[in-house]
């Protein structure tokens, strides 16, 4: 290899692992205490100096499968990209983790093809071309593989949390393609769409036809996954039984939503 392809390699993989230590010890303290404002303020730069070392792995380029790594992590926060009420900030910080150890990954490959696999896309599957939101079809992708992969590696609260962030991302863009006049004609609530919450969002889509009745196998704990982990409610251990159901609810709506699939 050249020496100059191989010191900017390592030169990465040091900044990868400085990354990744700062996000353990983080992730650690914010398991014990979520609203520390030194953490906090401390979470926030990490996750800056993560995107700006996967823009630069990246190419510049949103489309690279590493950069769309980097934004599905953020999926759970929400269905439409804004902030969401059930995200812990420990289990955001274990998904940047999880990028960063693909970065690694493709950084240490001993093919010599470490910097151009990192600056060029390989093609994306494509599972979610019905989502009418196109900007979102490739974060889906991202999830989607990120859920199976926890899942065949028994993390099965990323798992789930993760697939069912999928399920209300896909429910909400094909409500939001019906429209506001369209959901009012099967008992949509008053307010905005944003508002509702995930079981009434697969409610109005059954009732509309846009989904069938795949949801009723969904857990308890899944239709539980945006609560606030700082409320009183304990929530429930997720099993691999709880993952797997979840996974096959997704599927079955997916195939609903695309028919041609």
Not at 32 to 59: F, H, K, Y
Not at 77 to 103: C, E, H, I, T, W
Not at 194 to 203: G, I, P
Not at 223 to 247: H, L
Request: hydrophobic share 40%; with cysteine.
């Amino acid at each position: 290899m050249d020496q100059s392809l191989e010191s900017q390699i390592q030169t990465y993989l040091s900044h990868l692992e400085g990354l990744i230590r700062r996000g353990q010890e983080l992730r650690d303290k914010l398991t014990g205490d979520a609203s520390d404002p030194t953490t906090v303020a401390a979470m926030r730069r990490w996750q800056e100096d993560c995107g700006v070392t996967i823009n630069q792995l990246s190419g510049g380029s949103k489309s690279h499968w590493l950069a769309r790594a980097f934004s599905g992590a953020f999926l759970m926060r929400a269905a439409d990209g804004s902030a969401m009420k059930g995200a812990a900030p420990a289990q955001l910080a274990q998904q940047l983790l999880s990028v960063l150890g693909l970065a690694v990954t493709s950084l240490t490959e001993t093919d010599n093809k470490a910097i151009t696999a990192a600056s060029s896309g390989a093609p994306a599957p494509r599972r979610f071309e019905f989502v009418h939101n196109v900007e979102l079809r490739p974060v889906l992708e991202q999830a989607y593989s990120e859920s199976r992969t926890a899942l065949a590696e028994g993390d099965y609260q990323i798992s789930l949390m993760t697939a069912c962030g999928i399920l209300e991302a896909i429910v909400t863009d094909a409500l939001e393609h019906l429209g506001s006049n369209g959901m009012s004609s099967y008992g949509a609530p008053a307010g905005k769409l944003a508002d509702w919450s995930f079981d009434t969002r697969l409610a109005v889509a059954e009732r509309a036809g846009l989904i069938r009745s795949g949801c009723a196998r969904l857990p308890a704990v899944a239709r539980q996954y945006r609560m606030n982990p700082d409320s009183e409610t304990v929530t429930p251990a997720i099993t691999e039984r709880d993952a797997r159901t979840t996974g096959q609810v997704l599927h079955v709506i997916m195939r609903d939503l695309d028919p041609g699939r």
